[in-house]
Each structure stands twice: as structure tokens, then as C-alpha cells.
């Protein structure tokens, strides 16, 4: 916890908004993954480039942009420019040791909120931050690493089961946030 505190105090005078990882040191390439769907209609990839993202911001279908690695600051900073994040969200997305949180700017919600899970091959418990924007038509999660408690969520849009695909952005949030809580019953 003291490295995150000397990285923090790094942070003391700089205008607010400006994006500065605090957290755990990466180095491994950021994972962007998009799933685009409708009730009749689903896409998945992974995409090369953050720019990729970007057309699916007027698009009537709902979508989930997945960011696996928070230490790349330009990639967060491009993806909350073309969906208008405001800078200073940007700047608690990439600030790893944010307390959980809910604030409603109008346009989109920002969620920032702990995820638990077992890492068996370590047999640890892991702690990561995990922040949402739930937009009218997309939600954008950024996690700090690969891993998570979504795979239920991705086999229920994959499969059309269940109400998920029939539903909107705000019930996909809903079902991303239901898992991470059911996570914390499987730890303890």
C-alpha cells in the first residue's frame, strides 16, 4: 500500500483531470474487447486498436467495450474523448486505489467498484478495481488485468439466453455488477 501512497503523492499538484496510473506496475499490451448485440444480432472481437471503438458510439444496438489494463493512459484518454467522459472519471478509471463509487453525469453513469476472485493457481484471493460507464446504448468497462467474473455474462449474450439481448446497456451494467457481487460469495 506505501508504493500506491508515493505514487499518489506524484500525482499532489497537477491540475485536476490529469491521468496518472496509480496502481500495481504493468507492462503487458492492453486487451480491448467488443461485443456488439441486439436481440437478432451479435458480434464479438478483439480489436487492434482503440480506434476500432469508435463507431459503435451512435450505433442503435448495445454495446460492451471490455478494457483489460488500465496502465495505458492514452488508450483510456482516446476512448472517454470519443465518448465524452468527462476527464476527471478518466482520472479515477486509471487511479486504481479508488474507493467504490456511483456518479450520474446526465449523458452516463460511472461506477467504480472492487471485484474479487479466487486465483487458484496462486490460491489467493484477487482484488481489482473495476469501473463501468453505462451510456444509453453502451457500457465500457475497464479492469486493470485480463480475468474476471464475466464469463457468465458473455455466455448469456453469446447464447441469446435469458432476457440480456431483449434489454438495454443499463440491464448489461445491472449483469456485470450482479457478477462481481456473486464473486464475493464464492471467496468467502
Known amino acids: ?70 496502465h495505458n493512459v492514452e488508450i483510456v484518454e482516446k476512448l472517454g474523448a470519443c465518448y465524452g467522459i468527462h476527464p476527471i472519471v478518466l482520472e479515477d478509471v486509471v487511479n486504481t486505489i479508488q474507493r467504490p463509487k456511483m456518479l450520474d453525469f446526465g449523458d452516463y453513469i460511472f461506477i467504480s467498484l472492487k471485484m474479487l476472485y479466487f486465483e487458484g493457481s496462486r490460491d489467493q484471493v484477487k482484488v481489482e478495481q473495476v469501473s463501468l460507464i453505462l451510456g444509453l446504448n453502451f457500457v465500457i468497462s475497464f479492469q486493470e488485468d485480463v480475468g474476471d467474473v464475466f464469463d457468465p455474462v458473455r455466455d448469456r449474450i453469446r447464447k441469446g439466453t435469458g432476457r440480456i439481448r431483449r434489454t438495454g446497456a443499463d440491464y448489461l451494467a445491472y449483469s456485470l455488477i450482479d457478477s462481481i457481487v456473486d464473486g464475493y460469495f464464492v471467496v468467502f
Open 1 to 70: 500500500m506505501l508504493r500506491f501512497m508515493k505514487k499518489a503523492r506524484t500525482q499532489a499538484g497537477l491540475p485536476p483531470g490529469t491521468l496518472v496510473h496509480i496502481g500495481e506496475k504493468r507492462v503487458e499490451e492492453v486487451r480491448i474487447t467488443v461485443i456488439d448485440f441486439d436481440e437478432k444480432h451479435f458480434q464479438e472481437k478483439v480489436v487492434d486498436n482503440v480506434e476500432e471503438c469508435f463507431h459503435y458510439k451512435d450505433k442503435p444496438t448495445t454495446t460492451w467495450i471490455n478494457v483489460d489494463g488500465v
